[in-house]
């Protein structure tokens, strides 16, 4: 798969196949691709937890959000619900604020997760303060983003955006989640050769 279809299939997954667990060992050198990226002044104050396992995952699921346009959805049923987690936080300790970093080195997870034939969420809606009693977490780390991982059960289609301009994403009748993208016309609006 080149580079271009490795970002097209990965799409934020909300369904998984529960049966499939995502091995702590998986995560963990998803983690250590992450470490790679660039880091803004080579400050590099994101920290990491992985969370794997029917018990650690089954108390970390009720505390995040899922599908906001998708208004009569809570979330995955069981037998859906992911099978792994990372946790990427901000170590106020080395610095005030992540910058891009945490975009940076999530992309780069989920890039990852799609290239091992995972899937994955990036979960902003979580209760952060009940997921740092959880996981135990000092003062200093800030929780930024989870990113729920699994094998994938859900087709995500990506289509063009409707002329009524609508972003919302939806499913269909069959089950299939629709995303609708604004074309390269839309958003390249400069192009200069000199």
Request: aromatic share 6%; hydrophobic share 40%; glycine share 8%.
């Amino acid at each position: 798969m080149d580079f271009k279809q490795l970002v097209t299939a990965s799409r934020s997954i909300r369904r998984f196949d529960q049966s499939r667990p995502v091995s702590e060992e998986v995560l963990c050198e998803l983690v250590d691709m992450a470490r790679l990226t660039p880091s803004g002044r080579n400050s590099q104050p994101l920290r990491y937890a992985v969370c794997s396992g029917p018990e650690m995952c089954d108390a970390i699921f009720p505390l995040l959000g899922w599908a906001g346009y998708l208004k009569d959805w809570r979330g995955p049923e069981p037998g859906e619900q992911p099978t792994g987690y990372v946790v990427v936080m901000l170590d106020s300790d080395v610095q005030d604020s992540p910058g891009c970093d945490h975009g940076i080195a999530a992309q780069t997870i989920m890039l990852g997760a799609a290239h091992q034939g995972l899937g994955g969420c990036m979960v902003g809606t979580v209760n952060r303060r009940k997921l740092a009693e959880l996981l135990e977490l000092p003062d200093n780390l800030e929780i930024l983003l989870v990113l729920a991982l699994g094998v994938p059960a859900e087709e995500v289609i990506l289509e063009s955006l409707p002329l009524d301009g609508k972003i919302e994403y939806w499913r269909d009748e069959t089950g299939r989640h629709h995303v609708p993208k604004r074309s390269l016309e839309d958003i390249l609006v400069i192009r200069r050769s000199r």
